[in-house]
């Protein structure tokens, strides 16, 4: 496998299944260093998450730190459906600052009653 930043197919590659290992999330990060790559890398992270629901918390803050908030707040909320382990985090979580202020989240927050 090359660098992540080599193209677009390479960043699909990453999506691919392989476990549950963090790693392709790592490239995924460091290929929408350069814009022009984020579409495909938030596609193949849509793909890893329909893959891995495990997953689904790096996702959000994935989706959060890109700005693709909407699709953050989606996942959130399904998660909160499924009863995910990772909510009570959600309050704290550094990676979901960019989140604080939409309401979608506090409501969450507030459910959960979380700080």
């Known amino acids: 496998m090359g660098h992540p930043l080599a193209g677009e197919g390479e960043i699909h590659r990453w999506a691919e299944p392989g476990g549950l ?3 392709p999330w790592l490239a995924l990060a460091a290929a ?3 814009p022009a790559r984020r579409p495909a890398a938030l596609r ?3 793909e890893m998450v329909a ?3 495990i997953w689904q918390s790096f996702a959000v803050q994935f989706y959060a730190q890109l700005g693709a908030h909407d699709r953050a707040l989606d996942l959130l909320e399904q998660m909160h459906q499924q009863r995910s382990g990772y909510l009570p985090h959600i309050g704290t ?3 979901l600052e960019p989140l604080r202020s939409d309401p979608r989240l506090q409501r969450l927050v507030r459910e959960l009653k979380l700080p």
Do not use: C, M, Q, S
Request: aromatic content about 0%; glycine content about 14%; proline content about 13%.
């Open 93 to 95: 979580d550094p990676a």
């Open 32 to 34: 929408v260093a350069d």
């Open 44 to 46: 193949a992270a849509g």
């Open 51 to 53: 893959r891995r629901g």
């Open 21 to 23: 290992d963090p790693t």
